[in-house]
């Protein structure tokens, strides 16, 4: 069962529940400021609990960003294979892990029995039960390709994941709410030949290069106004 299937007859009863007491306010015939009361305690009772809804955001593996992106150099499309091809950046199935760490075996003991748990989902078939940290709601049209083809960088949003030792709530640089996106997409950003000028980068996601030039900007765009931009 779900948690919106579990849930569901919870919010049915409470919204029966809102009903009746409205109905006995319109008998004794309240006044304004009582109503909005009302309204405010009926929309707690319709609202599922955040206690019952909420998740657990524990990673199943502790990844290490540092590791992978920082000391060893692995790029962010190494395994976001679809950022820039796809509205999503994609996480990588257990066959890409896999493919490394059948021969990577970690030199820790802490990496080695993290590096088992990869090789129990590779020898079960299963999928590694990864938890979505970077999310917008679903309301919310996003296009990884979109961005990147303009020639945004994945820490102008992410920040330098070569940083991150575990990816949660508290590693996010920036809120992706709806007054970043809008922030962004209001402001001037100079560009070389049509792309986002920025720093020269080996890859997506890389530290700059030290010492490279960079191209001089010969103009500058800014995102679409148009709300049906994100919400379609």
């Known amino acids: 069962m779900t948690l919106n299937a579990a849930i569901r007859p919870i919010q049915n009863g409470r919204r029966l529940q809102t009903i009746i007491i409205g109905l006995r306010m319109k008998k004794h015939g309240l006044n304004i400021a009582h109503k909005l009361i009302f309204l405010f305690v009926a929309s707690l009772l319709v609202i599922p609990s955040l206690a019952i809804a909420e998740p657990d955001f524990t990673q199943p593996i502790k990844f290490s960003h540092v590791t992978h992106a920082g ?11 679809y950022a820039r091809r796809s509205i999503v950046s994609g996480i990588p199935p257990v066959r890409t ?21 990869v090789v129990g989902f590779w020898e ?104 049906y931009t994100c919400h379609k």
């Open 97 to 117: 892990c896999y493919g490394c760490h059948s021969v990577v075996k970690g030199s820790t003991e802490f990496q080695k029995k993290e590096i088992a748990k």
């Open 124 to 227: 079960r078939q299963e999928p590694i039960p990864w938890k979505k940290i970077h999310d917008v709601p679903d309301f919310v049209h996003f296009s990884h390709k979109r961005h990147i083809k303009i020639g945004f960088d994945c820490t102008q949003c992410h920040g330098d994941m070569s940083k991150v030792k575990e990816v949660n709530f508290a590693a996010m640089k920036q809120p992706l709410s709806m007054g970043f996106c809008v922030k962004c997409h209001m402001t001037k950003h100079p560009t070389a030949n049509g792309k986002i000028a920025g720093p020269v980068r080996l890859t997506r996601g890389a530290h700059p290069i030290a010492g490279a030039a960079q191209k001089q900007p010969d103009g500058n765009i800014s995102g679409s106004r148009d709300c």
């Open 71 to 81: 000391k060893n150099g692995v790029p962010c499309e190494f395994c976001h294979i």
